[in-house]
């Protein structure tokens, strides 16, 4: 192996100043530089502290090449979890090659589905797919080819040692001498003595010759990490290591050297595909970084992106606004102008303009809108799931008041009425009390459990409790599910005004959505939580809510409640203080202003009341 004079004496001690090799020097330089300029890093930065038996592995997710029906510029987007990357983007092509390569973290009970989607513009597993039409899921436009190999933490260990090692191996043989060995750890900021570094080496070196395969060297420096750190210093972004634990030192090093070599051609820093696919916002992404939104209040607020976690596929969506209505919605609800207008008879407008629009929905005319509705939301109704026949329904109204059939919407833990579930298919916000729910979210003036309850229900219990709002859109199942069981008390309606439930309103700090809306109000009182008060809240175009309980009726957790009428609405439950445990990942959305899609029947959370006797729900299947 090739000695130059400019490496340090091997029998010199190791905590005296030694220069680096000027090779590995340069090698060091350019990745940082290349980080710098191209932006990289966001998910090694970004990514949280894991337990150790939470990290399952390191998913290396490779997009080969697709075979399309037609010519054109394509690029290909990988999406797991709340994180999406996109490839570049090809020549006009009818059959690109991307060849590119993103190592993302799998955890124990994180997402495992990686969604693969091409627009236009595990033993290591290849396979081709075919590519569906987004507008019509039976027509297919071309085929990926995909490959990803999972390596386990031992596995991920070793290969990123290899990796590091191979940096001093001027020779480019796979092989290493106790010169360039001792370089690279004095590089990495390594305090063990030349002696211990020595010893090391020794015990790759099997034969004696001074020279080790960078195989079975990376093996015993993995086993070694393990023992004791011998990297102190990231070798690409050089933040100091140690602050959380081994794995996750581990975990950094490798998406971070991956990210600096300029190895991962996929592009970071997206939310959705959506948001991946608009062309000049790559452009700027590659250049400066630059993100156009990110989740919480300001985009849930005032954008016509409104950004949703579904809670099922753990990936974060998109819920499209038509932009006239968005600024319509924006007029009204956050300017001073809108403020005079809601005062001057805005409320009377919204409430006539419901009134007749129910009346047309439920005239026989109407059926004829149910296909259009179908194909405004043909990839967010799921009419396998109906009880009934399209052709069945006699206006638009009993389609959207329709039914499921029988285990559509299956119930956690039915059996267990401690554990408490989602009361709609909907968008969630669970707060711990009213101040945290006014500080994340809701902006209207003056909100409180007492305006919305109202003085005829309220209670002191109540007033302190926690809430759990659940936000119904236009395509959603509009029928509401009881979340606890227990005796329907009393019913109370408020009349009211009829403003859209949209975080636009909501957001508003002009208008107060839930206490002026029109709502019913139910009373229902439970061994396991004390009293629930469930609220159903009238929203612009549902001027119609309907209870199917009456008071005294003992209701099981999932069964039917109610329904509303045609356009969006609001369910939110309030539970006395204390007396609900939240699921854990419905809390850290809901904390970065995040809303969480649920169906009817997922678990919402566990009665404090007698915790030591129910099963941990965290652990369970969303499904």
Known sequence: MGHSASRPNPNACAADPQPLPS???????????HRRRSGTGDDSASTKALAADEFAGIARIRIVKADMRFKDKFFACLSMGDRTYRTETSDSTQRPVWDSEKKVIVETNGPHIARISVFEDLDEHSEDLPLLDPSSPNTTVGSITISCYIEDPVETEQSFARRVLAIVDYNE???LSLSEFSDLMKAFGNKLAVAK????????????????????????????????????????????????????????????????TGNQIMTGGFLTDKQASYGWMFKLSEWAHFSTYDV??????????????????????EEVIDGKIVLSMRALYQSKVGLTLINTGVKDLLKDLSEKQGKKMNSPESAKDIPKFLELFKDQINMDEVKDPI??????????????????????YDDQDSIATCAADSRLMAFSSVDESTRLWIKGRKFSIEGLLGTSVNSDALSKGSLVIFRLAPQDYHRFHVPVSGTVEKFVEIPGCLYTVNPIAVNSKYCNVFTENKRVISIISTPEFGKVAFVAIGATM?????????????????????YFSFGGSTVICVFEKDALQFDADLVANSERSLETLVSVGMTLGVSTRNKGQIPDVQKCSLE
């Open 23 to 33: 090779r590995f020097a340069r090698f060091r330089r350019r990745l940082r530089l």
């Open 173 to 175: 043989d796979g092989t």
């Open 197 to 260: 570094i020595e010893e090391l080496f020794r015990q790759a070196d099997t034969n004696g010759d001074g020279i080790v395969d960078i195989d079975e060297l990376a093996a015993l420096l993995a086993d070694q990490q393990e023992k004791e750190p011998l990297i102190s210093n990231c070798p690409v972004c050089g933040e100091n290591l140690g602050k959380y634990d081994k794995i996750n030192d581990m975990i950094h090093m490798t998406l971070c050297f991956d990210e600096g």
């Open 296 to 317: 919480g209040l300001h985009s849930g607020s005032t954008a016509s992106h409104i950004l949703v976690f579904d809670r099922r596929t753990k990936r974060i969506v």
């Open 391 to 412: 052709e069945s329904f006699k206006t638009f109204n009993e389609f959207f008041i329709r039914r499921l059939k029988p285990g559509a919407r299956p119930i956690a």
């Open 542 to 562: 549902v001027g119609s809510i309907t209870f199917l309980k009456n008071e005294g009726d003992y209701v099981e957790k999932g069964d039917e409640f109610g």
